[in-house]
């Protein structure tokens, strides 16, 4: 999984860019996450109930992206997609275009861990 860290020169705030195979895991990042040090502890937490096999699969819902853990992966991938809802417009959905690498992305427990604790050593370097 490849991504890069940016600090708006002019708002200051963190972006996060991601390939294209995980590039929904960014706005993520900026909308659900952010510098929320309570969402990033509940995250981690997650993570550690899985690997502990309290439980089988976790999912936290935000208010534009969900993450659901497993024992195998994360997967974190828009409310519009698990909801149905088609947030494209159908001429586009007519050009047989593969939009779906945008909706959701999944990896592996250990590589969202690392994003995870690089993305607080980031927002929180002010």
């Not at 659900?32 to 690997?51: C, F, M, P, S, Y």
Request: proline content about 2%.
């Amino acid at each position: 999984m490849e991504y890069q860290f940016i600090d708006d020169p002019i708002t200051g705030v963190a972006s996060a860019k991601f390939s294209l195979e995980h590039e929904v895991i960014g706005p993520w990042l900026e909308v659900e996450v952010g510098t929320n040090a309570e969402k990033l502890a509940q995250l981690l937490t997650a993570l550690a109930d899985i690997e502990q096999e309290k439980q089988s699969e976790i999912m936290i819902t935000g208010s534009e992206y969900s993450v659901i853990f497993n024992r195998g992966d994360v997967t974190v991938q828009t409310n519009a997609s698990m909801n149905g809802v088609e947030v494209l417009p159908e001429a586009l959905l007519e050009d047989d275009i593969d939009f779906d690498q945008q909706d959701s992305s999944t990896c592996g427990r250990e590589d969202f861990r690392e994003l995870l604790l690089s993305w607080a050593k980031f927002v929180n370097k002010h």
